[in-house]
């Protein structure tokens, strides 16, 4: 088995969360605030797990290093960039705020996947990637930079420029849960849909 890449983990909380109406990283989803699960699921995995955000005081009382955006506006590539920059590790795990149902399994696997790869994202059952929940390394700076520059902010304009390993959801069936790994929370339905899934 390749030697694991020593990994640091980044959420991204920069998201407007217009279509729920609030915050959705601050929702009380059985129990706990949204944006506790990706710290949890990260942090059996690396001790260095950061928050990306430009409202770092609403999470100080979680104790987790909050990071802002070094490019407003610029989408989930610029958390992306901001991640790989303020790193301190070669590799760092990306993980939207919303993903809950996200397992440390998945994580493990997505860092043994991408040893050697400059990029290692799962696609999901329907055969969707999933660039919110993969693994990046520091090298892909200077691609994504052009990629703001052109205002080109979705992440997949990435996987084609520098070397990308995808991990088909066939790959990882059999790890509990992962038909639902990538359940986002976009609206209050996905909302009543996940809470139930946890009751």
């Known amino acids: 088995m390749p030697v694991k890449?020593?990994?640091s983990a980044f959420i991204q909380a920069g998201g407007k969360s217009q279509r729920m109406g609030q915050n959705k990283a601050l929702l009380n989803l059985a129990g706990r605030k949204l944006i506790e699960y990706p710290i949890k699921s990260l942090s059996s995995i690396t001790p260095y797990v950061s928050i990306i955000t430009n409202t770092p005081e609403l999470y100080s009382d979680l104790k987790v290093t909050s990071y802002p955006d070094l490019r407003l506006d610029c989408g989930p590539l610029g958390?992306?960039?901001s991640a790989l920059h303020y790193s301190t590790t070669d590799y760092i795990l990306t993980l939207a705020c919303d993903m809950p149902l996200v397992s440390s399994k998945l994580l493990l696997f997505l860092i043994e996947q991408g040893n050697n790869y400059q990029v290692c994202v799962p696609m999901d059952k329907d055969k969707q990637l999933q660039p919110l929940c993969a693994?990046?390394?520091k090298s892909c700076q200077e691609n994504i930079l052009a990629l703001l520059?052109?205002?080109?902010?979705?992440?997949?304009?990435l996987?084609?420029?520098v070397?990308?390993?995808?991990?088909f959801f066939k790959d990882f069936i059999d790890l509990p849960g992962a038909e639902h790994f990538f359940t986002n929370i976009n609206?209050?339905?996905?909302?009543?849909?996940v809470s139930h899934y946890l009751s």
């Open 149 to 157: 520059d052109q205002k080109k902010f979705a992440p997949k304009n």
């Open 163 to 167: 070397k990308t390993k995808i991990v």
């Open 5 to 7: 890449p020593c990994v």
């Open 159 to 161: 996987f084609s420029l």
């Open 187 to 193: 609206t209050p339905t996905d909302f009543d849909l």
């Open 135 to 137: 693994l990046y390394h």
């Open 79 to 81: 958390g992306i960039y």
